[in-house]
């Protein structure tokens, strides 16, 4: 078996790609055809001080929320974040996806103490 026989084969029984025809060679009288645009993720994000996670319905809160209690009964909860201390710490991990003092915010900028100034992850 060739290696092009193999490849073929490999992505046949996976699906793990798709062959294509060979591109066309564009001259400078060619149309150029748009690409179509990709579709756009549908996400919100709510971003709420003073909140604690039990708080809203969907959680099992006590508080009323019937319209945050249906957007997460149509959508997806993603409860495996954890929050800093403070609020501007913890939207840097939201924002990085990261640990805050791995995106620089290890602290808010009012509460540094002077062994934090200038130290790496503040």
Do not use: W
Not at 20 to 45: E, F, G, H, S
Request: charged share 10%.
């Amino acid at each position: 078996m060739t290696a092009l026989t193999i490849a073929l084969l490999a992505t046949a029984m996976t699906g793990a790609a798709t062959i294509t025809a060979a591109p066309r060679i564009q001259t400078p009288d060619t149309p150029v055809a748009a690409a179509p645009a990709p579709a756009k993720p549908n996400i919100l994000i709510i971003v709420a001080d003073d909140l604690g996670y039990s708080d809203l319905g969907a959680f099992g809160g006590e508080i009323r929320t019937p319209n945050l209690n249906a957007l997460a009964a149509r959508g997806l909860k993603l409860t495996g974040f954890h929050s800093a201390p403070t609020c501007s710490p913890t939207r840097s991990m939201l924002l990085s996806g990261t640990d805050n003092h791995l995106a620089g915010l290890g602290n808010m900028a009012e509460m540094l103490t002077p062994n934090q100034v200038g130290r790496p992850g503040y």
